[in-house]
């Protein structure tokens, strides 16, 4: 292998940084059940303290995505609770990342939040995310990601055009709110918890509504929101070439939106992912490893039977073996191939990046930055998981928490 492409690999993961959701590190569940582990986080503080653990592991987290109604203290004013959770992060050595408002838990959104045809729930949505914002200027933030469950379980249930126009006025009130620096990021979703339609059911509707909504606003990327067999990679180099593509929430899924670990189902398809973004670079820059797309890379997954820990430190990994070998594609080589008509060449160049065994570059690339060569084996061994549970389970009985295996 080109020791060019190798400084090319090493130079990609220089600017791959992934950010950590707060809620990945506390206990969920499903809709039949919820399941508990001793050392979850049960507080803010728990969950810095967790996100701070992976990213002196890795090298690489150094931001945590936070949720509004489940990371700030309800009551507070914005500058007052930002600040708190602010300090708290910084405690552990994390900074706080995307804001992430919550219209989907309240009751008043049964019908929907902005596309509700219950006005008060309408205003309700607006005034939260207004607040989001506040608390995102009062932190530092810079990205607001807005997923939205709004939808219809019956045909008739509502006027999808109403729905339509009621958000694309919303979202370009709240991008028009934000702070100059702040981009608004339009999730989508197939359905679920709509059964019938969802408002923002796939890449095409998130795009238009961002275009309405201002020039700060782009589309994200969830890998575990597509229909079965959905190319991804096809919508995230048009996303790129478009220059909408704002970033992503890592997992992987089987059957709908599982939010495993990522790679542990389709690991080619996370490279295939990658490589749209390498191929990107490579285009716009006359060496290799040109500079990254700006794409905010962020997890998002629910691992319920994994440890936490363990799950969060193995999905960077994975994430971090994935880029580095969809930066050791053979560009030259695939340019040739392709513009021989070669297929089977073409797609062997491809196989051969996703087939190498990048673990001792990435490794090496770790130690020459003082961390440990595999973050999961120094985390297995170090017994800190162990430790949590016993202290955090003692934590919870002191306080008089039980848990109980609840059902919704």
């Known amino acids: 292998m080109q020791d060019k492409r190798i400084r090319a690999a090493m130079s990609a993961l220089d600017q791959f940084v992934i950010e950590l959701p707060s809620w990945g590190f506390a206990d969920t569940g499903t809709r039949f059940g919820k399941f508990f582990q001793d050392a979850a986080a049960s507080s803010t503080?728990?969950?810095f303290h967790d996100a701070g653990v992976v990213h002196k592991l890795t090298g690489v987290c150094p931001t945590v995505a936070v949720h509004v109604l489940w990371d700030f203290e309800r009551g507070k004013k914005p500058r007052a609770a930002g600040a708190e959770t602010a300090r708290l992060a910084k405690t552990h050595g994390v900074a706080i990342g995307s804001i992430n408002p919550n219209v989907f838990q309240d009751p008043q959104y049964k019908l929907g939040s902005f596309c509700s045809p219950d006005k008060s729930a309408r205003k309700a949505a607006m005034q939260h995310t207004l607040d989001s914002i506040a608390l995102g200027k009062?932190?530092?933030s810079n990205l607001l990601s807005l997923w939205l469950a709004d939808g219809t379980n019956y045909p008739g249930q509502d006027s999808i055009l109403r729905r339509k126009h009621e958000l694309q006025a919303a979202l370009k009130e709240v991008h028009d709110a934000m702070p100059g620096r702040m981009t608004l990021l339009?999730?989508?979703k197939p359905f679920e918890p709509a059964f019938y339609h969802t408002d923002i059911a796939d890449w095409g509707m998130a795009y238009i509504f961002a275009k309405h909504a201002g020039k700060r606003a782009k589309v994200l990327v969830d890998t575990g929101h597509h229909l079965p067999a959905c190319n991804i990679e096809h919508i995230v180099a048009f996303l790129l070439d478009e220059g909408m593509l704002g970033g992503f929430h890592f997992n992987?899924?089987?059957?709908?939106?599982d939010d495993l670990t990522l790679g542990s189902i389709d690991p080619y398809a996370v490279f295939r992912i990658f490589d749209q973004i390498a191929q990107y670079a490579f285009d716009h820059d006359d060496d290799l490893g040109g500079k990254l797309p700006g794409v905010a890379y962020m997890v998002d997954q629910?691992?319920?039977l994994k440890p936490k820990l363990e799950a969060m430190v193995q999905t960077v990994m994975?994430?971090?073996d994935l880029f580095a070998k969809a930066n050791?594609?053979?560009?030259?080589?695939?340019?040739a191939a392709?513009?021989?008509g070669d297929i089977v060449a073409a797609e062997g160049v491809l196989r051969d990046a996703f087939e190498l065994d990048v673990r001792p570059i990435v490794a090496s690339w770790r130690l020459a930055r003082n961390l440990p060569a595999d973050p999961l084996h120094e985390l297995r061994q170090s017994g800190l998981i162990a430790q949590l549970g016993k202290d955090r389970a003692a934590a919870r009985k002191a306080r008089g928490e039980t848990p109980s295996a609840s059902y919704a």
């Open 318 to 320: 994975t994430a971090q």
């Open 186 to 188: 339009v999730e989508y």
């Open 338 to 340: 392709r513009k021989a």
């Open 328 to 335: 050791l594609v053979d560009r030259k080589a695939l340019a």
């Open 302 to 304: 629910s691992h319920n």
């Open 138 to 140: 009062a932190v530092g």
């Open 252 to 257: 992987d899924r089987k059957y709908a939106d």
């Open 45 to 47: 503080d728990e969950k």
